[in-house]
Each structure stands twice: as structure tokens, then as C-alpha cells.
């Protein structure tokens, strides 16, 4: 960061004290002396950190110098920051091509943009800065670096006290936590016009005077690489005194997404920006409500007298439990059930199914979480005799280094074509050039997943496992594409093409089922291009 003498400095002393979403005190400090060719800012080259960052002068940092005694003309001339003395204190020269004579009075605006003007009224002097709505002086359009603010938005005035000249904030801060991932643009908006982008400021006070162009917004904007999550941004804001902001919409624009999410937080009744104060407006986000996911519970063998599944529940709320219940199949012991929150997972004791006329069974366990829909999971046990045919490929309890070692590629490498992966269990796959496996977080959970690559046909590449039973195959995955990607079986020579569930964004998961999958190697393939993989189950009917 840089830029920023005096706004930086007093950010630093007061704005992270609390948490608490209200505006807090910055004390500024003064400079510099002045002379008619440089100017001498009597603060070390390392002023102080915002955040534990260091905060320096950088080379071609600007100030504009006022120059005015009583009956003449305002003259104006620009200083930039040329290094530091021996004393470590920065020294402003006079840019090239300026010139500022020898004055009785001096006043000095940071940023040094075009337009400023200096007026003298009966010895009141004011200084009215140009309307800020292009780049790169846009309160509408704002760039924030990290944990800082936009230097270009950093107004500051100072008058000459006859040795310095004391710098004063002109703008206040409103500060965000951003909580989403691939935000682009964060746009703030207010109930009223309570904020403005053209300053006028009594020059011996330091106070706004006017502000012209009334505004109900201001937006921050990357430009480029989206907003860090769980990281501060401060967006300036110049107050229009009398007016309060009022009820407050944080829109976040996500990258790839059409509409932005918009979320309204508390009514600051009576309150507003303040010039030199931060305004906290907290990590302002939309309440997600907590869902129940489970893995299918493995058929249990007839004289199995325990079973177990997992399951987790998303966006969970601090100090509510799953809670599990026997709803039916009095073959489990109701009073057995016990939920493990620590290992996400739900186990139960039950009866042997040995009896001589025992037919296969079914219990059902219904999960609740207080906020979240109730889950029923179906418990299925075998009859003596029979060994149930079961295969779970889910990606994402592979480890990296496993996905690693089994492909030979690191995340989101294309593969050679050709290829075969093993990934245990009889599930082999082979490639082409497009085909890779890689990971990504959906509502809070990271799944891993692999995509085949390409539509199925000549340089064939397809999922493959051999199965001695007929039985259902159950996939998860997310087409991100057109419904002509589509998925499709190859089993006992018959090809079942499934199209629902698809022209999906890559971030919706979706489930199909393919019934009466025959005995014999099966085949699994998307029809066009590369659909995303989760994971694959199969199930012995």
C-alpha cells in the first residue's frame, strides 16, 4: 500500500480496537515544513502498519502545494516523494516542469489530481476538489488492495501553520469482510443520499463545507483478480452532513455469475459515514440453512448384529446436534442408535436375519437438524446365502496424494491419452488429452472429482469396473454444459443414454440412477463433452 501519510497512519491507531459495527476515532497526525523547492515530512520512511502491514512512501507519490498571499492569485505546483534525508525523514521535490514561488500562506491536497481549487473569502480559504467519477478518481468504481482501502480515494487538506503543514482526513471509511469466494465487485448502497463525490473544505478547519453530486452508493472493484474471502476491504465515502445511511444493501458481484447477491443488514438509524472514521459494516452475508447429507449404508450381511453410516450436515449452527430416530424396522434396536458428531457418523446395533424362512429387510433411520430438512436413510440386510455386490468410488475421500499418485498428475493437469487409472476396487478409467481430476468447495464441503474428458467414441475414454450381478449404478456428478452432455452406461452390449438432470452449472450437483444394470463389464461415458465425476456406487439388486 501507499499513498497515504496521514490516512494510513491513524487508521492504524484506533480502527481495529473492536469488532463492534460502529464508527471509530482516528487521530491524524501533522507535517511537513515547507520550503519553495521541496518540502521536508518529518515521518520516518515505515509510518506505522494497517493490519500488520507495512505502509511506506512509494517513489512518485504526490501532493499539490498551494501557494496564496493576501490580493494575489492561487498558485499551485505539484511535490512527489523523491527518498528520505539522513534524519529518515521523506523528502517531496518539486515535480518537473512546476515552479511555486515564496508565499505567506500554503495549502497542500492529497491526492494531487487536476482541478483542485483553492478560494480566499474574507481570509476563510476552501479547497473544492473536482467530481470523482471516472477512473481512477471514482468513488462509484474504487480499487482496495487487501485489508487497505483505494490510496487514489485517500483525500487529505493541510494548511501551513508556519513551520508544517498539518494534514487533516477528508473522507471516512466504510470497512467490509468479504464472505464469499470470486467476488468482483462489492457495491454498497444506502437508504438515503447520504454520500457525495464533490468535496469543498473549510481549509482552517479542515471540516466539509459542501458536497455536491448526492449519491445512495459507493463500489469497490478489483479490476482483475476477485476479492480475497475472509479478508477486510475499506471503501471511502464522503458524508453529506444531516443524512444518515440507513437500512444498507451489500451486493456482491460473483465472478461467472449472473445476478449478484444482495444482502440487506441492520438500520443504522440517525448515523452516517464520518469524515476520519471508520464505519464497520461487518461481514455482511446471506443466512444459509443447514443441510443433511449421508453416504448410502453398505447392505448388511444376515448375521451382522451392528451397522454404521456417515453423514454431514452443511452450514451447521453452533450448539444444535443431529438427532436420529428409528422409524422403521424393529429388527434395530431403537434405543441403540447412538450419532457421533466428532466422526460424522450414525451406528446401531441389531438382530441377526437367520431365520428359516428370513427374507431380505429393511429399517429406516430418519436424521434432524434443527433448521435443516429431515433425512431418511434406508438400512438394508441380506439374507444367509447371499453376499451383496457393493462398490462406493467417492473422489472425494481420496486423499490429494492419493488422486496424485493414482493419475501421475497434480490437480487440474490435463492427462496424456491412453492412460489408465486405477482407482481400487475394479474401477479403472482411461483417458484422453482433456481428461484431469481436480476439486472445488460447494456450500463449505470440497469435493474432488474427475472428468473423463471429451464425448465417448473414437480415442475412447470411459469409466470402467466389472460387476457379477445385475444392480443399480448411481452417479453424482455436474455437467456444466448443454443437455447434450449427457451420461451414458455400456453394459451386456446395450447402451442406456440418461438426459436429465443436465445443462447444469458447474456447481450443481446432480444425481442419476441407471436400474437393471446387467452382470459383465460396464462402461461409463459422457455422450459429448467432459462431464465432472464425484462418485460412483453401485449396488447388487
Known amino acids: 500500500m501507499r499513498k497515504n501519510t496521514i490516512i494510513i497512519a491513524a487508521l492504524s491507531i484506533l480502527a481495529f480496537i473492536s469488532c463492534q459495527k460502529e464508527s471509530k476515532e482516528i487521530t491524524p497526525e501533522v507535517t511537513p515544513s515547507v520550503g519553495p523547492t521541496s518540502f521536508i515530512v518529518s515521518l520516518p520512511e515505515t ?6 502491514r507495512s505502509v511506506l512512501w512509494a517513489d512518485n507519490d504526490e501532493i499539490r502545494v498551494f501557494g496564496y498571499t493576501e490580493g494575489e492569485s492561487v498558485v499551485s505546483a505539484v511535490f512527489q516523494f523523491t ?39 474574507k481570509e ?15 468513488v462509484r468504481n474504487q480499487r482496495p488492495a487487501g485489508g487497505q482501502f483505494d490510496p487514489k480515494l485517500a483525500i487529505m487538506t493541510a494548511t501551513f501553520d508556519g513551520e508544517r503543514l498539518v494534514f487533516r482526513h477528508g473522507v471516512g471509511y466504510v470497512k467490509i469482510t468479504v464472505p464469499y469466494d470470486d467476488v468482483t465487485s462489492i457495491d454498497v448502497n444506502f437508504t438515503n443520499n447520504c454520500v457525495g463525490d464533490t468535496p469543498t473544505y473549510n481549509l482552517e478547519t479542515g471540516a466539509l463545507s459542501s458536497l455536491g453530486n448526492s449519491a445512495k452508493n459507493i463500489t469497490g472493484s478489483t479490476g482483475s483478480t476477485p476479492f480475497v474471502k475472509g ?3 475499506y471503501l471511502a465515502a464522503i458524508p453529506r452532513s444531516g443524512y444518515s445511511i440507513g437500512t444498507t444493501t451489500v451486493s456482491y458481484t460473483i465472478e461467472g455469475e449472473s445476478d449478484p447477491i444482495a444482502v440487506s443488514t441492520t438500520h443504522f438509524s440517525g448515523k452516517n459515514v464520518e469524515v476520519g472514521k471508520i464505519f464497520d459494516l461487518g461481514s455482511p452475508a446471506k443466512p444459509t440453512s443447514p443441510k443433511i447429507t449421508y453416504t448410502i449404508p453398505s447392505k448388511l450381511d444376515f448375521d451382522a448384529e451392528s451397522g454404521s453410516f456417515a453423514f454431514n450436515v452443511q452450514n451447521p449452527v453452533e450448539g444444535v446436534s443431529l438427532q436420529a430416530q428409528l422409524t422403521e424396522g424393529d429388527w434395530i434396536d431403537a434405543n441403540s442408535i447412538s450419532v457421533d458428531a466428532a466422526e460424522g457418523t450414525v451406528s446401531f446395533t441389531c438382530s441377526k436375519n437367520d431365520a428359516a424362512d428370513a427374507q431380505e429387510r429393511t429399517a429406516k433411520i430418519t436424521l434432524s437438524y434443527t433448521g435443516a430438512e429431515d433425512v431418511v436413510v434406508t438400512i438394508t440386510q441380506g439374507i444367509a446365502g447371499s453376499v451383496a455386490e457393493e462398490h462406493d468410488w467417492y473422489f472425494t475421500n481420496y486423499t490429494d496424494t492419493q488422486m496424485t499418485e493414482i493419475t501421475g498428475l497434480a490437480a487440474d493437469v490435463k492427462a496424456t491419452a491412453g492412460k489408465t487409472w486405477d482407482f481400487g476396487d475394479g474401477l479403472t478409467m482411461v483417458t484422453n488429452s482433456s481428461s484431469k481430476w481436480n476439486k472445488q468447495t460447494i456450500e463449505g464441503v470440497e469435493y474432488k472429482w474427475v472428468a473423463t474428458g471429451g464425448k465417448y467414441g473414437s480415442g475412447q475414454k470411459y469409466f470402467s469396473f466389472t460387476t457379477n450381478s445385475v444392480g443399480t449404478l448411481t452417479i453424482l456428478y455436474a455437467s456444466g454444459g448443454s443437455a447434450s452432455r449427457a451420461l451414458a452406461i455400456s453394459a451386456g452390449g446395450k447402451e442406456t443414454v440418461d438426459n436429465a438432470n443436465v445443462s447444469t452449472s458447474t456447481s450443481d450437483l446432480k444425481t442419476v440412477t441407471f436400474t437393471s444394470v446387467s452382470a459383465g463389464t460396464v462402461l461409463l461415458y459422457s455422450k459429448d463433452d467432459n462431464v465432472r465425476i464425484y462418485r460412483i456406487s453401485f449396488q447388487e439388486k
Open 83 to 121: 527518498g528520505v534525508n539522513e534524519d529518515n525523514q521523506a523528502v517531496f521535490g518539486i515535480k518537473e516542469g512546476e515552479s511555486l514561488g515564496a508565499f505567506s500562506n500554503y495549502y497542500a491536497a492529497y491526492p494531487a489530481m487536476e482541478g483542485i481549487t483553492v478560494s480566499v473569502n
Open 231 to 233: 479478508q477486510t476491504y
Open 124 to 138: 476563510v480559504a476552501t479547497m473544492a476538489f473536482p467530481r470523482m467519477n471516472s477512473f481512477p478518481y471514482n
Open 47 to 52: 509510518k506505522t502498519t494497517l493490519e500488520g
